[in-house]
């Protein structure tokens, strides 16, 4: 049968294998050789190489113009086809006699060359555009929007390669020489293989040259503003708040390149650094950064290799693979010496770094059952990844992984270095970041102006993934909503509408108030793959599975969903959701909006949850609860996500999106489905209420809510009904609510006060050691008056957040306790404690310890304590108010007739200020305890103490451990006075 004949016969078999997996590389691949070998003039390749078209309708043109070529030709297609395909897919195929696909004349111009030699210089340039386009661009060759052009995100590193080299063609033959003369220079540099003792480390070298030059093509930008080429990552990186606990419990402030360093390591023996935080925080775009940095040297300078891991493509990994298939085939396979380098890495591993990011996202939890240690031995990839992690395989590789709060349980604990915690921004980071997103200082003006006058809005800013939708919204948001989105909900039907609006024919892209409806189609096609792909812990997807879904191209230009940028060799392309929190609210528009759902969907989905999280909800509380708790750590993954999709769910179903839901859903459905969600809330909250032991005779009774209680209490938030709230909380009868380290921000806080403020009876509220701030402190104002006790250690609350919770505080009849140990308090909030102190009566109890109170700050409180006859505890632990502010406090405070307990622990106080203490001592009927301890006092002051003690009989310790005295003076000055401790 002739070639002509074969392509005729075999068509519909020739579409299927050039298109087959949605991939466009293998057509490109036998284009290339096609253009090297003349079969096609550029002009063919014009017009059958139309990437708006789609790749069958390419694929036909490329058959037709070749079939009408002649059967010379269509033997060399046949050929470059034969040559391309992987085996499996040429089953059954005939590709005709055999024929080598090869060019002509050696040709005489450079643009011609690079038709040629097209099919090597992909392979070349694939891990080397950098390069070439630098050399390109100081040519003045290319300029940036040329390169900008060329290395789009969307595009694979061979495809990038194509268009660079089209792009040279079009700009002429000083371009092209330029190229050739780069690809010439590059080749003389590299090391002479003949030479034995040059040899291992010049293979090393050329593989990190490679490596270096992908990991930065694939960090270069971010992927929420992929293929729109507008930012960099230089352009909008803006540094959050990381911290680490020190083996003390102290909280450092790290910086990026503090997070692989040795600041606040816990275990020095582990190589795995965690940083975790919640979903949008920001962890892959840390990574990212790190990864960059990096590939351009500019940090982690000592580490070699870099092999960056998505654990969300892992999944997708289903070969049992060696260490070394997983580094080369998943990261960056080495030209050349596979062998040499696979073995420096096993010689050197403190060279190496490795990176997994969304542990969470791994479809296995973390289990330390099978060991494995040989880097040559295939194994399942869980296994592969759990050994490296802990150590097992490739001791001393440093590892950084990243992961939600949630999926990290103790067993993994175990193996960490470090565990680095990533908040968010700052106030100040989200300006910053503001500032970078809109060039044009007014309207990030505007943008800021507007964030401050909706303070709820800018509570969610503090997690990046809502910052950036409510910057990139800014217009719907200046633009005066119906809604003024309060609920992250709000927020993320403000993204559906902007895109949608991005995309919309009428003028000026307006949208109809039936927007929804409109899209209905393409909402609920995205909101199948979403959900289902949760349930499976699956985030990347085929073509095939896009189109099983119904997506078409035009529904994925809409932008939700975004190519994957991979490092690892198959060019097929792969999609996902622009982010994990858009594929939940997908996945929740679906539940709400899918007329065909089972009558039971939104009830599943809250109790599915619910099921798991008995068993989860011990393993986040890691610091507060008995460790010895047998946890259950497979099947995780989908949990935090199957929340937030709950929560998406709560709020859509919120009367607030009523007009909006009307034409798409029935209101009956719609009835029918609100009802669910609120018993479902209302029994989780019963089971958390039924949880409360009863209260040990004498104590208070206490609920220590588990982080399944906060996330319930976002979700009735979302609903944005009061009755709701009330409803619930009237059924909660606790005197303390306990919520420490349970990952507490500004957005947790809105969530609390809108729903504790229906309390019952007052409860002491403790938050320590959360991340509320400032702005969370001010989003608590609206349940302080439910509050007679509010706890707030270690929270990074500043003047200005006190200020505003005082003000408010001061009109709170049962507010009586407040307790601020290490926030950064200093001076300027001393007047408005003094404030308080004055104006409430009642008030009871003082904590400010380890905070930056100076003598100056010490006065002003005296001025408010002068006034005020019920204050009982006084603590300023750890501050420097000196001999000066002692003197001030002690007079201020020798009239009361409440003080029981104060500290001046560490503060800078000498003998001046004990016989300041001293007078207040003498006159004092109430105080029972002072504390002294870590200050300068010296005998003298010690002495004037004892002489005051001497008419005093209330008191019944003073602690003086740690001033200036010998050991003998404080023996002999403690037989004086025995309630003196030293
Ligand atoms: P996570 O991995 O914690 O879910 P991501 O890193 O994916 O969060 O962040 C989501 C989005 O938020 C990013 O795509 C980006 O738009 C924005 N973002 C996150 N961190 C930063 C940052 N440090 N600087 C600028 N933008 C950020």
Redesign the pocket.
């Given at each position: 049968m002739t070639a002509h004949q074969l392509i005729l016969k075999q068509r519909a078999e020739l579409l299927a294998v050039l298109c087959g997996g949605g991939s466009a590389e293998p057509l490109d691949c036998v284009l290339d050789l096609l253009l090297a070998c003349e079969v096609l003039v550029w002009e063919d390749y014009l017009s059958i190489r139309v990437v708006e078209k789609p790749l069958l309708s390419n694929v036909r043109q490329l058959l037709d113009v070749v079939y009408d070529k002649g059967e010379d030709a269509c033997s060399l297609l046949l050929a470059a086809m034969n040559q391309v395909l992987p085996e499996e897919q040429k089953a059954g195929l005939c590709f005709g006699k055999e024929c080598a696909v090869l060019g002509k004349n050696r040709p005489d111009t450079a643009t011609l060359t690079l038709l040629a030699d097209r099919p090597v210089l992909v392979r070349k340039l694939r891990d080397n555009i950098d390069g070439a386009l630098n050399a390109l661009l100081t040519t003045g060759c290319f300029t940036i929007k040329d390169c900008d052009a060329v290395q789009l995100p969307v595009y694979t590193p061979s495809q990038q390669v194509r268009r660079l080299l089209d792009q040279v063609r079009f700009k002429g033959e000083t371009a092209a020489k330029t190229l050739l003369q780069y690809l010439e220079q590059t080749e003389t540099t590299r090391p002479n293989p003949e030479d034995k003792e040059n040899h291992l480390s010049a293979n090393c070298l050329l593989y990190q040259k490679k490596l270096r030059s992908s990991v930065a093509a694939q960090s270069h930008s971010?992927?929420?503003?992929g293929g729109t080429g507008r930012f960099s990552l230089d352009d909008?990186?803006?540094?959050?708040l990381l911290e680490v606990m020190d083996g003390s419990g102290e909280t450092l402030t790290l910086g990026l390149e503090d997070v692989v360093g040795p600041l606040g390591t816990l275990n020095e023996d582990a190589d795995t650094v965690l940083v975790s935080?919640e979903?949008?925080?920001?962890?892959?775009?840390?990574l990212q950064r790190l990864h960059l940095l990096w590939a351009r040297e500019a940090l982690l300078t000592n580490t070699f290799l870099l092999f960056p891991f998505s654990c969300r493509k892992l999944n997708s990994e289903h070969r049992e693979l060696s260490l070394k298939e997983l580094l080369f085939l998943h990261c960056c396979w080495p030209d050349r010496g596979q062998d040499e380098v696979f073995q420096f890495i096993l010689d050197h591993p403190n060279l190496a770094l490795f990176t997994f990011d969304?542990l969470d996202e791994f479809k296995q939890g973390f289990t330390d059952e099978e060991r494995h240690c040989c880097p040559t031995k295939q194994v399942p990839i869980p296994i592969l990844l759990f050994n490296l992690l802990q150590g097992t395989l490739m001791k001393g590789v440093m590892k950084v992984a990243?992961s939600r709060p949630q999926a990290v349980g103790s067993s993994l604990k175990h193996y960490l270095r470090k565990e680095v915690l990533l908040k968010g921004f700052s106030p100040g980071g989200i300006d910053c970041?503001v500032k970078k997103h809109h060039s044009d200082p007014a309207m990030a003006r505007r943008v800021i102006e507007s964030l401050q006058a909706n303070t709820v809005l800018l509570s969610l800013c503090h997690i990046?993934?809502f910052c950036?939708i409510v910057t990139k919204c800014h217009q719907e948001l200046l633009g005066g909503q119906d809604v003024i989105p309060q609920t992250i909900t709000d927020v993320y039907l403000l993204v559906l509408q902007h895109f949608f609006q991005r995309k919309s024919p009428q003028p000026q892209g307006v949208l109809g108030k039936a927007w929804l409806e409109e899209h209905l189609d393409t909402v609920l096609k995205l909101g199948q793959l979403a959900l289902e792909g949760l349930e499976a812990s699956c985030y990347v997807f085929s073509g095939y599975e896009l189109q099983r879904n119904g997506l078409t191209e035009q529904d994925v230009s809409l932008g939700f969903l975004i190519y994957c940028n991979d490092l690892s060799v198959t060019d097929c392309k792969r999609y996902e959701f622009l982010?994990?929190t858009l594929q939940c609210f997908f996945a929740a528009l679906y539940v709400v909006l899918n007329r065909n759902s089972d009558r039971s969907a939104v009830s599943r989905l809250f109790q599915a949850q619910y099921r798991q999280l008995s068993g989860l909800s011990q393993r986040c509380l890691g610091h507060c609860i008995d460790s010895s708790v047998e946890e259950v750590e497979s099947h995780v993954t989908e949990t935090p996500n199957l929340q937030i999709t709950a929560q998406f769910v709560s709020g859509l179903l919120s009367q607030r999106h009523h007009n909006l839901l009307l034409e798409c859903c029935p209101i009956a459905v719609r009835e029918r489905k609100v009802k669910q969600v609120v018993k479902s809330l209302s029994k989780g909250m019963q089971r958390h209420f039924k949880s409360i032991p009863r209260p040990v005779e004498g104590e208070k009774k206490s609920m220590h809510a588990m982080p399944s209680f906060v996330w319930l209490i976002k979700c009735i938030y979302e609903m944005q009904d009061n009755s709701i709230a009330r409803d619930t909380m009237a059924k909660l009868d606790v005197e303390h609510l306990k919520l420490t380290y349970c990952n507490i921000g500004p957005v947790e806080c809105t969530a609390l006060a809108y729903v504790l403020k229906y309390l019952r009876n007052p409860v002491g509220l403790q938050l320590d050691n959360n991340s509320v701030g400032d702005v969370g402190a001010e989003q608590l104002l609206p349940c302080l008056h439910i509050c007679h006790s509010l706890y707030l250690r270690n929270n990074n609350i500043s003047d200005e957040g006190i200020r505003k919770l005082l003000e408010n505080g001061m009109k709170c009849e049962s507010f009586q306790k407040i307790a601020l140990f290490n926030n950064n308090l200093t001076d300027a909030c001393t007047q408005h404690f003094a404030l308080l102190l004055k104006s409430k009566q009642n008030f009871l109890s003082l904590r400010l310890g380890n905070n930056n109170i100076t003598s100056q700050g010490a006065e002003q409180l005296a001025e408010g304590l002068s006034y005020n006859q019920s204050l009982q505890f006084l603590g300023l632990w750890g501050n420097k108010i000196g001999d000066r502010g002692a003197e001030a406090l002690a007079a201020a405070l020798k009239n009361s007739t409440t003080l029981i307990w104060l500290s001046l622990v560490d503060n800078g106080v000498g003998s001046a200020g004990a016989c300041a203490l001293a007078k207040l001592i003498s006159q004092s009927k109430t105080l029972e305890q002072l504390w002294l301890n870590k200050n300068c006092i010296s005998r003298e002051g010690v002495e004037c103490l004892i002489e005051a003690l001497k008419i005093n009989s209330s008191v019944k310790e003073v602690w003086l451990r740690g001033n200036n005295l010998s050991p003998e003076e404080e023996e002999e000055l403690s037989k004086q006075e025995s309630r003196l401790t030293f």
């Open positions: 971010l992927s929420t503003y909008i990186y803006t540094d959050g935080g979903a949008g925080s920001g962890k892959s775009t840390l969304g990243t970041y990046p993934v950036w982010h994990i």
